[in-house]
């Protein structure tokens, strides 16, 4: 059947729990959980395998901005109530666990998890945070108070709490700010509106997008050195929504509340600044506010979530539309790739952003996961769900579409 002929793409799953518009998802446990935070503070881990919650809890005040994993067990969530938290939940702590899901609440106050770390942060940008691993940074710190080894160290980028348009680096588990990135004052950007954070060879660079339309990256060549601006451009009339950046770290992709994608360049600290610099690629898709990028693992599709309700996927090396995905009556906010799963079991791409590096302390999880030959029902389950080609998107409506795409 000619593909102009072909019925509209439904999605593989829906998770229908949250009461309010969702508004970040990410996939953990390697693919066997996705965790879903909503406008009301509200987090869902839901087991892929069996599409229902195993832990419900009300992590912040108002809204969630962000959320990822820093180690299997710990759970970092960004809410609007200036809080940024560290959550240790484990598959074992699950039993302990309420799934009472937020639409079901009467009420109750549902059990949260054990709670590591929390700091005030500023969330009067509406930018979530953005995280690495640190390099620098001792290994297996552990807690005076707790007989546990804490994860590997790592940096956290959020607005800065004074300056709108500058950038905090803080590191986590000492909880100190170990860097500011001032505004830059030649340009009126205005609030940062969203940030990534990664290691490049021995640097470490920090992308902003802002509210002016402008993209910036600073480079660091050292723990205290002075931040440089090694790229700016302003593809963008409308403030940026969100950026992404490939595993291979060599460009990244901003979108807008206007209906442009830019692609740009990463340059390193010892490249030369120039005022005329320019985006690699620049799409007028005619599509306005598209958020919520994301880079799948294995960089060769990205996906953004529409405000006319459609999830959109693209080819990352051609920027070329390859799908329209429509199922949501309302607006979506967010969009998450599960991580591509090669044959040895590990996660293809992740190079220090969100997989932990690999130490004897860890190798064990990387080798269990290869675990011996898959022969009951359970398993199979199990191993399908985690090498499922899962693109989810969460919408006003409340609800999570699972679509199982390429």
Same mark, same amino acid.
């Given at each position: +059947? ?18 309010? !518009?969702? %508004? ?53 969530? %960004? ?32 059990? =949260? ?26 290994? *297996?710190?552990?807690? &005076? ?78 723990? #205290?050195?002075?931040? =440089? ?8 009339? !409308? ?9 291979? !770290? ?10 442009? /994608? ?21 799409? !007028? ?7 919520? /990028? ?5 960089? @060769? ?17 051609? +920027? ?24 040895? #079991?590990? &996660?293809?791409? *992740? ?12 190798? #064990?999880?990387?080798?269990? &996961? ?20 899962? /693109?989810?998107?969460?919408? @006003? ?10």
């Amino acid at each position: +059947m000619p593909p102009q002929h072909l019925p509209p793409a439904q999605p593989a799953y829906v998770l229908r729990g949250h009461a309010a !518009q969702v %508004h970040a998802l990410n996939f953990t446990h390697d693919n066997s959980r996705v965790l879903t935070g909503d406008a009301e503070g509200w987090i869902i881990s839901w087991s892929l395998a069996y599409k229902r919650p195993v832990a419900v809890w009300k992590a912040h005040h108002g809204a969630i901005l962000g959320l990822t994993c820093w180690s299997q067990d710990c759970i970092i969530t %960004h809410g609007r109530d200036n809080k940024l938290i560290v959550w240790k939940i484990s598959t074992e702590d699950e039993n302990d666990m309420d799934t009472t899901l937020p639409i079901e609440n009467q009420g109750e106050v549902a059990k =949260q998890p054990w709670l590591l770390h929390i700091l005030d942060v500023n969330t009067l940008n509406f930018c979530s945070f953005a995280m690495c691993y640190d390099a620098a940074s001792s290994r *297996d710190i552990v807690s &005076r108070e707790v007989d546990i080894v804490r994860p590997y160290p790592i940096l956290i980028a959020v607005p800065n709490t004074i300056d709108s348009g500058g950038v905090d680096i803080l590191q986590l588990p000492s909880e100190n700010r170990v860097s500011v990135i001032k505004a830059d004052k030649s340009i009126n950007t205005g609030m940062v509106m969203a940030l990534d954070l990664h290691p490049k060879q021995n640097e470490l660079q920090v992308i902003a997008g802002y509210e002016s339309g402008h993209t910036m990256v600073f480079s660091q060549k050292s723990r #205290g050195a002075v931040w =440089q601006k090694v790229y700016s451009a302003q593809p963008h009339t !409308q403030p940026v929504l969100s950026l992404a950046m490939p595993p291979l !770290q060599d460009y990244y992709i901003t979108s807008s509340a206007d209906a442009i /994608l830019a692609k740009h360049p990463l340059p390193f600290s010892n490249s030369t600044f120039h005022e005329d610099m320019k985006p690699l690629n620049v799409l !007028q898709t005619k599509h306005s506010g598209q958020q919520g /990028l994301q880079i799948r693992s294995d960089g @060769k599709i990205f996906a953004t979530a529409g405000w006319d309700a459609r999830v959109r996927v693209y080819s990352a090396k051609t +920027m070329k539309e390859l799908a329209v995905l429509k199922w949501h009556k309302e607006g979506c906010y967010a969009t998450a790739f599960a991580g591509i799963i090669d044959s040895s #079991g590990d &996660r293809e791409g *992740d190079f220090g952003k969100t997989a932990e590096p690999e130490t004897s302390d860890n190798l #064990g999880v990387s080798l269990a &996961r290869l675990g011996p030959t898959v022969t009951t029902v359970e398993q199979r389950r199990d191993q399908k769900a985690q090498s499922t080609h899962w /693109l989810a998107a969460g919408s @006003k409506d409340g609800k999570i579409s699972l679509w199982d795409v390429y």
